[in-house]
């Protein structure tokens, strides 16, 4: 007797969508869903579900998306998940009612192993037959009545890039939803393997044997040859060295769009937020109502949305890339390079993009499937520089080296590979200590080449947009807010000598010497914000780390730039420039800032920013995990507070270490 559809008519039916990795089971889900489908982890897993909608005739279909897999019995984490929530023992989750198995037509045989798996489910069930194009390009038949006689379900011939097929994949849909069956019961009759034991050893024997009939009485895939192009540019592709520098010309194309492409949305966001600060200041008189607005909330935004354009330039390059077949093939590729390194080969992709912001590159690790692999790529990544470190290595260097071009560039370049090195460490240390095991060897099937869906990559883009906004730009806009109150609060008196200068300045005003007027009253807000941020929470914070942090040469000053480092690590430049008293526009006057910062002394008159403190300061932001919008993100994609908190404090137990021997070693050679 065929499975038939659980829930009452009327309510939203749930359907199952699962299929083997590269079988197109994302480019269908978007093509049924569209914008109706939310992102999130499965409840108590790091696992990723596409939750989707879909009209299907008069009803309604909610469609999960599971992880690609190749079987329901290996064993695997995401196998295991797919099973459990195919029988219902997911907590808080009934069994859907009934699945729909995409199989991939170019590799009919190995796709049937699950499909198999999935027909002695109590589920009705839906097969579709993915790229059809491709193989008909390929030279496969596939005689789809005897497909569907032989598994005993329907069996829909679709190719989701180009939607062809998708209105008689739905009409199956809706015949299912109406009827409560997958097909009429005179055209199924399931033909169950036998998968005992009594089959050489093999509990899987019996199945492989049976795709693998079923494969040879509906289709000649067997006779069939990849085409000539496809042997060709594999032979380029996935050739050591050729595909190497195929692969970091790729990469460094991508790192380009990143880096560049996204700079002018960028600059034109950084210009739509500070007009809009702009235009509150000029409604708002001067006061603390005007500072949470401009400098709390709207500067807390403008933080987290600053890095939209590098995530969507990422992940519609990564999508389009993906769907095209090549990433398998640099995955091969750099996966021995990168196993030697405790890291899996598909790592390279988010370390390398990481270089732009840590943020969409923590993301992007989710094309590791292996979950270990992943987290330790997700630990790591922090550590290679980004761009918000800039700002921080270029005051170091002018510092060091005002006057030599080729000793600034050296010390940039020197920055970034100790990134680098510490990175690959660090990954080497996990697998040896709390992570421990090697790197996953890469088993992959190298999919078709196939023009990429643009639709699918804009969705995917969309998505994952809408997620680093609702879910880490609340969490950023949090702590800006908390950031601002420790910097305003407590109030402190205006120090007697901005407030002779400003009496001066009305008094020069009256003169008529306007200009002088101006610049003694900028002097006292200077002066002011100087001795308001001193006594504020961040101040005092400030003077209580100053003993454990004034062996690595800083003082309480420096210590308010790191503190103010976790909302955006390149706020060390705008906070140093008020606490040695030259006002939040620092940033924008570098001369004026380093020519402060070179002349700031301590309070026993000995200089602040000398040779060995410079240097400290470097290491520090090299390595420190100061960017909490960074450790938002880890904590949605490990779905998890302890590898966040781990991975900061690791990187800041790394950092201070790291800057402490430095101190103390150039301390000692540099007078």
Not at 230 to 255: A, N
Not at 396 to 411: D, E, G, M, W, Y
Not at 466 to 473: D, E, H, L, Y
């Amino acid at each position: 007797m065929l499975p038939t559809l659980r829930p009452p008519t009327g309510e939203p039916i749930t359907l199952a969508l699962l299929g083997n990795p590269n079988a197109g089971k994302t480019t269908l889900f978007n093509a049924l869903t569209g914008l109706r489908a939310k992102t999130a982890n499965f409840p108590g897993t790091t696992f990723e579900q596409k939750i989707g909608r879909a009209q299907i005739g008069n009803r309604e279909a909610v469609i999960i998306d599971l992880p690609g897999l190749y079987s329901l019995e290996s064993g695997a984490p995401e196998e295991k998940l797919a099973s459990d929530v195919l029988h219902g023992r997911l907590k808080g989750r009934r069994a859907p009612d009934a699945a729909l198995v995409i199989v991939d037509a170019t590799n009919l045989e190995r796709n049937l192993f699950l499909a198999s798996q999935v027909l002695e489910l109590d589920l009705p069930v839906v097969v579709a037959l993915n790229m059809m194009d491709i193989a008909v390009n390929d030279g496969i038949h596939i005689d789809i009545n005897q497909l569907r006689s032989e598994l005993g379900c329907p069996v829909v011939p679709i190719s989701a890039r180009t939607g062809k097929g998708l209105e008689d994949l739905r009409r199956e849909i809706t015949r299912l939803a109406e009827t409560g069956q997958a097909a009429a019961p005179e055209t199924v009759a399931r033909d169950k393997p036998d998968c005992g034991m009594g089959c050489g050893g093999c509990p899987f024997q019996a199945r492989y044997e049976w795709t693998e009939a079923i494969s040879g009485k509906v289709s000649n895939a067997a006779g069939a040859r990849r085409s000539q192009r496809t042997e060709k540019l594999d032979e380029i592709l996935t050739q050591p060295v050729i595909g190497m520098v195929v692969f970091v010309g790729v990469m460094l194309s991508l790192f380009t769009l990143i880096f560049w492409a996204a700079k002018i949305p960028m600059d034109l966001i950084n210009h739509l937020f500070a007009d809009i600060g702009g235009g509150i200041s000029a409604l708002l008189p001067a006061g603390d109502l005007r500072s949470l607005l401009v400098d709390g909330v709207v500067g807390g935004l403008g933080g987290v949305l600053v890095f939209l354009p590098q995530i969507c330039i990422l992940f519609f390059a990564l999508s389009l890339l993906e769907d095209t077949g090549y990433m398998a093939r640099a995955a091969l590729v750099t996966d021995k390079m990168m196993r030697r390194l405790g890291l899996p080969g598909k790592a390279f992709v988010p370390l390398l993009s990481a270089h732009a912001c840590a943020i969409p590159a923590i993301m992007s690790a989710r094309i590791i499937e292996n979950w270990r692999d992943r987290l330790i790529t997700i630990l790591v990544t922090p550590l290679m520089s980004c761009s918000a470190r800039i700002p921080v290595y270029a005051m170091v260097t002018a510092l060091l080296f005002p006057q030599s071009p080729i000793k600034a560039a050296l010390l940039f370049t020197g920055a970034y590979a100790t990134g680098i090195v510490f990175a690959m460490a660090v990954a080497l240390v996990l697998r040896r200590t709390i992570l421990p095991g090697g790197s996953r060897p890469l088993v992959i099937e190298l999919p078709p080449y196939r023009l990429p869906g643009w639709r699918t990559a804009l969705l995917h883009t969309f998505d994952r947009a809408k997620i680093f906004v609702q879910q880490a730009g609340t969490v950023i806009l949090v702590i800006s807010l908390v950031l601002w109150t420790l910097s305003h609060y407590p109030k402190s008196a205006v120090p007697e000598r901005a407030v002779t200068m400003t009496v001066q300045a009305a008094q020069l005003e009256q003169s008529g010497q306007k200009s002088q007027a101006v610049d003694l009253r900028e002097a006292a807000d200077r002066l002011t914000a100087q001795s308001a941020l001193q006594h504020s929470f961040a101040g005092r914070i400030g003077h209580v780390i100053e003993p454990v942090i004034k062996p690595l040469g800083f003082d309480w000053q420096i210590g308010i730039g790191i503190l103010s480092s976790f909302a955006a690590r390149e706020a060390v430049v705008s906070t140093l420039s008020i606490v040695y008293g030259l006002g939040e526009s620092g940033e924008d006057h570098p001369n004026s800032l380093y020519d402060t910062l070179h002349h700031a002394v301590r309070s026993d008159g000995t200089a602040v920013f000398t040779t060995a403190t410079c240097a400290s300061l470097l290491v520090f932001y090299i390595l420190a995990a100061q960017c909490l919008s960074t450790s938002a993100v880890v904590r949605r994609e490990t779905n998890s507070l302890k590898w966040p908190i781990f991975q900061i404090v690791y990187m800041t137990g790394l950092a201070y270490v790291a800057a402490l021997v430095v101190f103390q070693i150039v301390s000692r050679l540099v007078h």
